[in-house]
């Protein structure tokens, strides 16, 4: 169940310490681009806006954007940078995601569970640098 915020974000992240807070940045970014390319809006700003606009997404949307979103940005290094921040699978963002959960920086829904992040995708497989260069004009 969630607990009040009884800690600041940044003092669960720090007394969690399994991740550092640029992992957690990191998760957000990765949040923010599933929620776009799912609903194609932004993350809602307010609690009001929270709750009337719809931005949900599954673990598994989640852990695609972030794969696209490594890729992205890192290339070939995405599994290496990631690796720096203790995050080895997939299990690792949802790892991230109950923690923020557990303190009320995310929500869930019912039909949610920490499962749905397990083995999304082998790291070895997403990261290993074939056939995710595409050509832009």
């Known amino acids: ?16 310490a399994r991740y550092p ?4 940045e990191f998760l957000h ?5 599933a929620v776009k390319a799912i609903h194609g809006a932004s993350l809602p700003q307010t609690a009001e806006e929270a709750a009337t606009k719809q931005s949900h997404v599954t673990g598994r ?7 696209d979103l ?3 940005r890192w290339g070939m290094l995405a599994k290496t940078v990631l690796a720096q921040w203790n995050i080895h699978a997939t299990i690792d963002f949802g790892n991230m995601v109950y923690l ?7 929500r ?6 920490l499962d749905d992040f397990r083995e ?7 990261f290993d640098g074939k056939d995710h260069f595409k050509l832009t004009e």
């Open 100 to 106: 923020l959960i557990r303190y009320s920086y995310m």
């Open 120 to 126: 999304v995708y082998g790291f070895e497989e997403a």
């Open 29 to 33: 970014e990765g949040l923010a681009s």
């Open 70 to 72: 490594a890729l992205h």
């Open 108 to 113: 869930r829904s019912e039909e949610d569970s």
């Open 61 to 67: 949307q989640m852990c695609l954007a972030l794969r």
């Open 1 to 16: 169940m969630s607990e009040p915020h009884s800690k600041t974000m940044d003092e669960v992240i720090r007394d969690d």
């Open 21 to 24: 807070h640029e992992a957690y």
